[in-house]
């Protein structure tokens, strides 16, 4: 299956996330602090998509969304790019980026992937 980076500054919805990824049979890697999770980003193996909490204190889900999309010279432009939220009227951030509404569970997390990860 695919690799897949995670944020999210909760330590238990990051626990639970890690663990519906893994069920599915992702391979995963987890994170609650921005600064690792892109150098995460850039490391091997190369994350095929990534799932970014919206509301972090030391920087939002936006920002990360906002550099991942800039970052064109790294080849991340394309990254597909989910957005976990618990907010109901959180706008997209950028287009292409998919919206998953928290609390969520494994058959939700599974569409937002098939789409995000094309099957």
Do not use: C, W
Not at 97 to 114: A, H, I, N, R
Request: overall charge negative; glycine content about 6%; cysteine-free.
């Amino acid at each position: 299956m695919a690799t897949i980076l995670l944020i999210d500054d909760s330590a238990l919805a990051l626990e639970i996330t890690k663990e519906l990824l893994m069920e599915l049979g992702h391979h995963v890697l987890a994170t609650d602090n921005p600064a690792e999770f892109f150098q995460l980003l850039v490391a091997e193996p190369r994350p095929q998509l990534a799932i970014v909490d919206a509301i972090m204190p030391e920087m939002s889900g936006v920002e990360i969304i906002n550099k991942i999309r800039a970052s064109t010279e790294l080849g991340l432009a394309e990254l597909p790019v989910v957005m976990a939220s618990a907010l109901d009227d959180q706008p997209l951030p950028a287009p292409g980026v998919l919206m998953l509404p928290k609390p969520f569970g494994l058959d939700e997390l599974q569409m937002v992937l098939s789409f995000g990860l094309g099957y």
